[in-house]
């Protein structure tokens, strides 16, 4: 262990305080030092083989992933056609098994196939919606609280009136001025969305700014974006995954909403949301109708929230450490 | 005092004082709809800081000596006077020219803790002042090394997180980041309270060390005034947001003329059994900010206070011990020692025990 080279300063200490501890102080100081900071591949190993759950929603999220890559090839059938033999004589849709390992919807069409096909609609609103919501509202709560003044109460002022939409009515007259579709849902969710995570945002900002590494960043003189990006960004890093992975569950339920009012997926296109819509109404004769889609739904989005607690963890140093 | 004229340097900063801030009053709040008061955390505050030398201020908890440190910094906007640092009027820079002006100018701040981004390791930390210079990008990972080097921190430590050092390993991080844009001035707000006693002479003497050698001069704030004697030339006292004593340290605390710097120094534990003073305590608290007392701030807590304490606020006058003081009775403020009975209310006690 090399000693100090701050150890001949010691030496010179006078006055307030004896000499004689110092020498002893400095080298207690610099006798247990931590190991360096491992580099981030191992510390996503280290943290995986000790984090259950978060192995398991990952897995989770990688299947499901492949399962809409791949919906073409795993798909039994056609989603959207609508087979003669898919219901039963007294025109009740028929239950799982056999030709339909998930039963088939009142229409004829083949469960398992909508599920895979809808799992493409569902993960790309909820991710991509709910990314465009968080970029636009992580921008709007950093720029206001650590700007403050009057960028701050225009943005904020801008955010109260957004929230202050009833949020149907808000979505029916974007998307009848610019008509349904996948990309114009997921543009009406994010401008739904963004509100919260900038409200969350800037009342993180307006206390962060007060802690000395952010007033000894600005006394640097370092340029206000740099300062947001370095000395603030990072530290609002494992609230926002938190509530961007909460996020995707609320997406991908909106847009079950919007597609429940016809203006969501164009029909007959499958989402999730507008399979649980069209089952709550048979649950009764065919539960599976709800059931499949709705287990569907539960499992990403508490994979999201496992893996975003995971990545949370992982992304902060101290927490690291603490495993 | 001598002019020593040194031909290398400018002939317009030969000894023009580094620092000169002059009635420098902030105001905290009062701009709100609805809460109009506001208070006065630092009133007109004047003190030169030589060139290459430091100036300790003192003063209790709420004294104002944090907002001063900050207003001349300008990480707070003050509202009245003039601060010249470095030949800049700093209250007048906006923008650009305050960024570029704040290299002539570092803190070094209370809590290591705190002070130092969490999210970035410490060689990261210090190549945010190099950024902040507006040096080149490839060198920043050598400048970083002679940086802890210069601070008395092993290379290797730049690839380590804040949280993996110590508190003192952190104060020197926080000077090297500090030292990073070459300042002339670095202001030390309370930078060795939060460290142990030993730790805290290793830092002192790192900043003695750094001032000797690069000719830095050092605003050194601290409630301790041991502190201050080892480090300090000239010792400022506030209280209430004012300067109530100013003066060389060693006067300070050889003849103090303020009652209250009195007290203050009464207070400070020394070895051994020889005490100057009576060991006092104040009584009460520093007046509240939302009713300021009449006359002088210091007179509900003072053991001399007359009539014309309570009717006028005393000015900052030179006394013939080369102080400067505001007290109607900086001449007889011995009386304190000399006859504590004698017309003293029981606001200082006596504990001779």
């Not at chain 2, 290459?52 to 907002?67: C, F, M, Q």
């Not at chain 2, 906007?77 to 601060?83: I, T, Y």
């Not at chain 2, 104060?171 to 460290?195: H, K």
């Given at each position: 262990?090399?000693?100090?080279?701050?150890d001949?300063?010691?030496?010179?200490?006078?006055?307030?305080?004896?000499?004689?501890?110092?020498?002893?102080?400095?080298?207690?100081?610099?006798?247990?030092?931590?190991p360096?900071?491992?580099?981030?591949?191992?510390?996503?190993?280290?943290?995986?083989?000790?984090?259950?759950?978060?192995?398991?929603?990952?897995?989770?999220l990688?299947?499901?992933?492949?399962?809409?890559v791949?919906?073409?090839?795993l798909?039994?059938?056609?989603?959207?056609?609508?087979?003669?033999d898919?219901?039963?004589s007294?025109?009740?849709?028929?239950?799982?098994?056999?030709?339909?390992?998930?039963?088939?919807?009142?229409?004829?069409?083949?469960?398992?196939?909508r599920?895979l096909?809808?799992?493409?609609?569902?993960?790309?609103?909820?991710i991509?919606?709910?990314?465009?919501?968080?970029?636009?509202?992580?921008?709007?709560g950093?720029?206001?609280?650590?700007?403050?003044?009057?960028?701050?109460?225009?943005?904020?002022?801008?955010?109260?009136?957004?929230?202050?939409?009833?949020?149907?009515?808000?979505?029916?007259?974007?998307?009848?001025?610019?008509?349904?579709s996948?990309?114009n849902?997921?543009?009406?969710i994010?401008?739904?969305?963004w509100?919260?995570?900038a409200?969350?945002?800037?009342?993180?900002v307006?206390?962060?700014?007060?802690?000395?590494?952010?007033?000894?960043a600005?006394?640097?003189?370092?340029?206000?974006?740099?300062?947001?990006?370095?000395?603030?960004?990072?530290?609002?890093?494992?609230?926002?995954?938190?509530y961007?992975?909460?996020?995707?569950?609320?997406?991908?339920?909106?847009?079950?909403?919007?597609s429940?009012?016809?203006?969501?997926?164009?029909?007959?296109?499958?989402?999730?949301?507008?399979?649980?819509?069209q089952g709550?109404?048979?649950?009764q004769?065919?539960?599976?109708l709800?059931?499949?889609?709705?287990?569907?739904?539960?499992?990403?989005?508490?994979?999201?929230?496992?893996?975003?607690?995971?990545?949370?963890?992982?992304?902060?140093?101290t927490?690291?450490?603490?495993? | 005092?001598?002019?020593?004229?040194?031909?290398?340097?400018p002939?317009?900063?030969?000894?023009?004082?580094?620092?000169?801030?002059?009635?420098?009053?902030?105001?905290?709040?009062?701009?709100?709809?609805?809460?109009?008061?506001?208070?006065?955390?630092?009133?007109?505050?004047?003190?030169?800081?030589?060139s290459?030398r430091?100036?300790?201020?003192?003063?209790?908890?709420?004294?104002?000596k944090?907002?001063?440190?900050?207003?001349?910094?300008?990480?707070?906007?003050?509202?009245?006077g003039?601060?010249?640092?470095?030949?800049?009027?700093?209250?007048?820079?906006?923008?650009?020219?305050?960024?570029?002006?704040?290299?002539?100018?570092?803190m070094?701040?209370?809590?290591?803790?705190?002070?130092?981004?969490?999210?970035?390791?410490?060689?990261?930390?210090?190549?945010?002042?190099?950024?902040?210079?507006?040096?080149?990008?490839?060198?920043?990972?050598?400048?970083?090394?002679?940086?802890?080097?210069?601070?008395?921190?092993?290379?290797?430590?730049?690839?380590?997180?804040?949280?993996?050092?110590?508190?003192?390993?952190?104060?020197?991080?926080s000077?090297?980041?500090?030292?990073?844009?070459?300042?002339?001035?670095?202001?030390?707000?309370?930078?060795?309270?939060?460290?142990?006693?030993?730790?805290?002479?290793?830092i002192?003497?790192?900043?003695?060390?750094?001032?000797?050698?690069d000719?830095?001069?050092?605003?050194f704030?601290?409630?301790?005034?041991?502190?201050?004697?080892?480090?300090?030339?000239?010792?400022?006292?506030m209280?209430f947001g004012q300067?109530?004593?100013?003066?060389?340290?060693?006067?300070?605390?050889?003849?103090?003329?303020?009652?209250?710097?009195?007290?203050?120094?009464?207070?400070?534990?020394?070895?051994?059994a020889r005490r100057?003073?009576?060991?006092?305590?104040?009584?009460?608290?520093?007046?509240?900010?939302?009713?300021?007392?009449?006359?002088?701030?210091?007179?509900?807590?003072c053991?001399?206070?007359?009539?014309?304490?309570?009717?006028?606020?005393?000015?900052?006058?030179?006394?013939?011990?080369?102080?400067?003081?505001?007290?109607?009775?900086?001449?007889?403020?011995?009386?304190?020692t000399?006859?504590?009975?004698?017309?003293?209310p029981?606001?200082?006690?006596?504990?001779?025990?």
């Amino acid at each position: 262990m090399t000693l100090e080279p701050a150890d001949h300063l010691s030496a010179m200490a006078t006055g307030a305080t004896q000499a004689p501890t110092l020498g002893l102080a400095s080298a207690g100081e610099s006798a247990e030092l931590p190991p360096a900071a491992p580099g981030l591949g191992r510390r996503i190993r280290h943290s995986l083989r000790s984090d259950k759950p978060a192995i398991v929603s990952i897995t989770l999220l990688v299947l499901l992933a492949l399962a809409a890559v791949l919906a073409p090839l795993l798909a039994p059938h056609d989603p959207l056609h609508t087979f003669a033999d898919g219901i039963s004589s007294d025109g009740a849709p028929l239950g799982p098994g056999g030709k339909f390992p998930l039963g088939t919807d009142p229409s004829g069409r083949d469960v398992l196939s909508r599920l895979l096909f809808g799992a493409r609609v569902s993960l790309t609103i909820g991710i991509l919606a709910n990314g465009l919501a968080t970029v636009i509202g992580v921008f709007v709560g950093l720029c206001a609280g650590y700007l403050g003044g009057w960028v701050e109460t225009i943005l904020m002022r801008l955010t109260d009136i957004v929230m202050s939409f009833p949020i149907l009515l808000f979505c029916i007259a974007l998307i009848a001025v610019t008509g349904p579709s996948e990309r114009n849902v997921i543009i009406v969710i994010a401008l739904i969305y963004w509100t919260t995570l900038a409200r969350i945002t800037r009342s993180l900002v307006l206390s962060l700014k007060e802690r000395e590494f952010v007033v000894a960043a600005r006394a640097l003189g370092l340029s206000h974006w740099r300062i947001m990006r370095k000395h603030l960004f990072p530290h609002l890093v494992p609230t926002i995954i938190v509530y961007a992975t909460l996020g995707v569950a609320s997406s991908i339920l909106i847009e079950a909403s919007l597609s429940f009012l016809g203006i969501g997926v164009p029909i007959p296109n499958p989402s999730w949301g507008q399979m649980i819509d069209q089952g709550r109404e048979y649950y009764q004769i065919a539960p599976w109708l709800l059931i499949f889609p709705g287990l569907c739904l539960v499992l990403t989005v508490l994979s999201f929230n496992l893996a975003g607690d995971w990545l949370r963890d992982l992304l902060d140093p101290t927490a690291a450490e603490r495993r | 005092m001598t002019a020593v004229i040194d031909p290398a340097a400018p002939a317009s900063t030969g000894d023009e004082p580094v620092v000169q801030v002059r009635e420098l009053t902030v105001r905290y709040g009062g701009r709100g709809l609805f809460n109009r008061a506001g208070i006065t955390a630092a009133r007109r505050v004047s003190f030169n800081i030589e060139s290459g030398r430091t100036l300790g201020i003192a003063g209790e908890s709420g004294s104002g000596k944090s907002t001063v440190a900050r207003a001349i910094t300008r990480v707070i906007d003050s509202h009245a006077g003039q601060v010249l640092v470095a030949g800049h009027d700093v209250r007048a820079l906006r923008g650009r020219g305050l960024r570029r002006f704040r290299r002539h100018m570092q803190m070094v701040f209370q809590d290591p803790y705190d002070s130092l981004n969490s999210r970035l390791t410490a060689g990261q930390n210090v190549a945010e002042g190099l950024v902040a210079a507006g040096g080149r990008r490839p060198d920043h990972t050598l400048r970083v090394r002679e940086l802890f080097d210069r601070v008395g921190l092993p290379v290797s430590f730049t690839d380590r997180y804040p949280h993996q050092l110590s508190g003192g390993q952190r104060q020197r991080v926080s000077i090297a980041r500090a030292l990073a844009v070459n300042p002339q001035v670095l202001v030390c707000d309370e930078a060795v309270s939060a460290l142990d006693v030993s730790i805290r002479a290793q830092i002192l003497n790192l900043l003695k060390d750094l001032q000797e050698r690069d000719g830095i001069s050092l605003l050194f704030i601290s409630h301790d005034l041991s502190t201050l004697r080892f480090i300090a030339d000239e010792i400022a006292i506030m209280y209430f947001g004012q300067i109530v004593e100013v003066g060389p340290a060693d006067v300070i605390f050889a003849d103090p003329r303020h009652p209250y710097t009195q007290a203050l120094i009464a207070a400070v534990p020394e070895p051994g059994a020889r005490r100057r003073y009576p060991r006092s305590r104040l009584a009460g608290e520093a007046p509240s900010h939302h009713a300021p007392p009449p006359g002088c701030p210091f007179q509900p807590r003072c053991p001399l206070a007359t009539e014309v304490c309570r009717q006028q606020d005393p000015a900052l006058l030179p006394h013939r011990n080369g102080n400067r003081v505001a007290c109607h009775h900086a001449d007889d403020a011995v009386a304190v020692t000399a006859a504590p009975d004698a017309a003293a209310p029981a606001s200082i006690e006596e504990d001779r025990s």
